[in-house]
């Protein structure tokens, strides 16, 4: 089974401060993206990637920036984090043509 | 960009009649449709999807069927159980890049 690992379940970061989630997979999957979810809106896409060093932006990406150095590893990187970003953080991977497979999510709380 | 549309946002059945949702994506290059369960604090997993070159695919209760030429998609769930009580996301994707649904929350009443 394809494994999407993110490093922590549940955060707690104060306002203005610089938060990085991480996020592994172990399928040698080339894609792979941040999403998050908030109630009512579904699933956002923040940014993706399809190869290392590589990254594009997806339909929320301010106040977001991600970092792939290693296929294995995606990024996402809040600069300066605010309560508007207080959300579940969904990692996912993906071979090309093929759907997702998800980890468990980190839910960032920004007070 | 692509946009896809849910509908409904909340759907009740009684255990063991069908549920139906719905979905609309606007961007006609998109050629992959993939459908996404998340139980209550789980993450989505994906549960049926389908190709722009079919119109149809079944597996045991789930189907999905689409309609390229309205630009529209559903999923038939049917002799519906206690746990087929989850939110649903539809999916469009164009050169892998997936396009997510609001999600349908479907309760399953005993």
């Known amino acids: 089974d394809v494994k999407v690992t993110q490093s922590s379940r549940y955060l707690v970061k104060r306002t203005g401060e610089k938060v990085f989630l991480e996020c592994v997979q172990d399928?040698?999957?080339?894609?792979m993206f941040w999403y998050r979810q908030d109630p009512g809106l579904g699933l956002r896409l923040i940014y993706f990637?399809?190869?290392?060093?590589?990254?594009e932006k997806g339909d929320i990406p301010e106040g977001y920036s991600v970092s792939r150095e290693k296929k294995e590893r995606f990024s996402l990187i809040l600069e300066s984090a605010s309560t508007n970003q207080t959300s579940m953080y969904l990692c996912?991977?993906?071979?090309?043509?093929?759907?997702?497979?998800f980890g468990s999510g980190t839910r960032l709380t920004v007070v | 960009g692509e946009n896809v549309e849910q509908h409904p946002s909340t759907l009740s059945v009684q255990e063991g009649d069908s549920a139906v949702i719905k979905c609309t994506y606007s961007?006609?290059?998109?050629?992959?449709f993939p459908w996404y369960k998340q139980e209550l604090g789980k993450r989505p997993q994906l549960i049926i999807d389908i190709r722009s070159n079919v119109g149809e695919k079944k597996d045991q209760r789930i189907a999905v069927t689409l309609n390229k030429t309205a630009k529209h998609f559903s999923l038939h769930i049917t002799e519906t159980q206690p746990e087929d009580s989850a939110v649903y996301f539809c999916a469009a994707d164009r050169d892998d890049k997936i396009i997510f649904g609001k999600g349908t929350r479907l309760h399953i009443l005993p």
């Open positions: 990637s399809y190869d290392v060093k590589m990254k």
């Open positions: 996912a991977s993906s071979l090309c043509g093929h759907g997702y497979t």
């Open positions: 399928m040698d999957h080339e894609n």
């Open positions: 961007d006609s290059a998109s050629n992959y």
